[in-house]
């Protein structure tokens, strides 16, 4: 573990947009997807929990963030995603970051995460260096927002399914919260089984209302990767907005329902905060699950 980039709890990884983290490193057909991990978040796990050289992995890979940061600091990088489309995605910006980096091992497939162990080589089991992902949670929190200006008529939302056609049955973001856990315990428990002795893996994660409750999510992974034998090493928080040194304040980087929705329930007595930090659980491989 890199100790020196990883002293402090508080991880300024918003003083740019998303756009603009990602530049022309990441292809256009990365747009649609409801819920991109920021490459500053990304990179700043991959550095501060791992070595140049090690494999870094994520079962839940989306258009390949954690797999491109990865690939650009040196690693090695697998990863795996249930839709057909992001792993075009993925596979599109390992071909971008391979014309940076000639020689990167890097390589992602398409599969359910929760058949990690038969999607991952067998080579490859008890040497994972490090995990870095986010799991799903549903069209309470993500999507892709069309406003009217694009539409020619009412603000729509797409994407929220993870998907931008047909979602897949098995997509956990389609489940309600305990499915979702459920199916989010099989795909820890082959995480568990790939990591290598004292191996990491780092969730990025945030509490979300749904039906009007507040779930608190990050600790019920907790809950769940303890029992499944990971210790709790550091609970740390990313901002999703720029630090603004001068003036001593948080300037959020939010998404338009992100703040539509927080007005909405102002307005109708609900208490509710505009979120501009997502919690990064830190988890060791511990004794027996």
Known sequence: MNSEASLSDLWATGQAIPRVQRA???????????????????R????????????????MAGIG??????????RAAWGADIEPEW??????NLHLARQRWPSASASVVRGDARRLTRLLPRRLHGHVDLIVTSPPYGRATHGRAWTAKETGGKVRKTGYEYSTGRARPSQLARKPIDELLAGLGQIFTGCYRVLAPGGRMVITCRPFTDRRRLIDFPLLLTELCENLGFCLERRCVA????????????????????LHNTRVAIEQGRPALLRSHEDILVL??????
Not at 36 to 41: E, F, N
Not at 87 to 92: F, I, K
């Open 24 to 42: 022309d490193r990441y292809a256009s057909v990365s747009g649609p997807h409801p819920a991109k991990m920021w490459p500053m978040t990304a």
């Open 239 to 258: 901002l999703l907005g720029e630090w603004e040194a001068e003036e001593h304040r948080l300037r959020p980087i939010h998404s338009f329902f992100g």
């Open 87 to 92: 792993v075009a995605a993925a596979a599109g």
């Open 284 to 289: 060791v491989k511990g004794g027996a699950p």
């Open 44 to 59: 700043h796990a991959i550095a501060a929990y791992s070595r140049p050289g090690d494999l870094v992995i994520d079962p």
């Open 65 to 74: 963030t954690v797999l491109v940061e990865a690939i650009e600091l040196g």
